[in-house]
């Protein structure tokens, strides 16, 4: 299974870009990339995914390098809620059809006022 | 809105008691898992079942078994609780159709004393 690496933590200053990346150098072609975030005392919750083109949503953008080897979640103007784990998973196809997320350790981000 | 809700948030148990933790989704989804957290490892997969009575083993499914007899519901059975098992617990679903995002509960929180 692929395995992703991310740094244990990260500071960012408030308004400016976090930029938190992510590797994951053992992924095969169809493997999805996702980005998830925890808040103290809830549940992982989505932040967006992508294959091999940049994606870009209302809470972030995800940049994939073209070999896929890593990527980069980027919080454009970072606010003191962003303050969460962040962690970056690999999407992989699994038994009767379904898929397995394979969960790294995640990045404690720290939005600092 | 959709909702993935777990039982309890908090749970104390003694070592050798049976305990069960329930997860109910309303969103008519196929696809459920339970994880367990701990810190430095992130998330691990205990087990998933990909429709009703239908389960398969994760990475981590010694000590546990699963129980899914209706669709909205999973639970998770620890047949005689160990210290070992004191963690986060937290159930996910995922319809096949669409992003394929997880959709995860709030956690329970269990001490085995």
């Known amino acids: 299974d692929a395995k992703t690496t991310q740094p244990p933590s990260m500071d960012c200053a408030e308004g400016r870009a976090a930029n938190l990346p992510c590797n994951h150098s053992t992924i095969s072609g169809n493997e999805y990339v996702y980005w998830y975030r925890q808040i103290h005392s809830q549940g992982p919750q989505y932040i967006i995914h992508?294959?091999?083109n940049n994606e870009t949503n209302e809470m972030a953008s995800l940049i994939i390098t073209e070999d896929r080897k890593s990527s980069t979640l980027i919080l454009p103007h970072a606010t003191l809620r962003d303050t969460a784990v962040y962690y970056c998973?690999?999407?992989?196809?699994?038994?009767?059809?379904?898929?397995?997320?394979?969960f790294g350790t995640g990045t404690r981000l720290k939005v600092l006022a | 809105d959709v909702k993935v809700t777990q039982s309890s948030r908090y749970l104390v148990k003694r070592t050798g008691e049976k305990v069960f933790l329930e997860c109910v989704q309303d969103?008519?989804?196929?696809?459920m898992f339970w994880y367990r957290q701990d810190p430095g490892l992130g998330l691990r997969l205990i087990y998933f079942s990909y429709d009703v009575k239908m389960k398969e083993k994760g990475d981590i499914p010694e000590g546990y078994s699963v129980s899914r007899e209706k669709k909205e519901r999973f639970s998770l059975i620890l047949e005689s609780a160990s210290t070992n098992q004191t963690s986060m617990y937290l159930c996910?679903?995922?319809?096949?159709?669409?992003?394929?995002?997880?959709?995860f509960g709030p956690g329970t929180r269990l001490t085995v004393t």
């Open positions: 992508g294959l091999k």
């Open positions: 969103m008519d989804h196929e696809n």
């Open positions: 998973i690999v999407r992989v196809g699994w038994t009767s059809g379904t898929y397995k997320y394979i």
């Open positions: 996910a679903s995922f319809d096949r159709g669409g992003s394929y995002e997880q959709y």
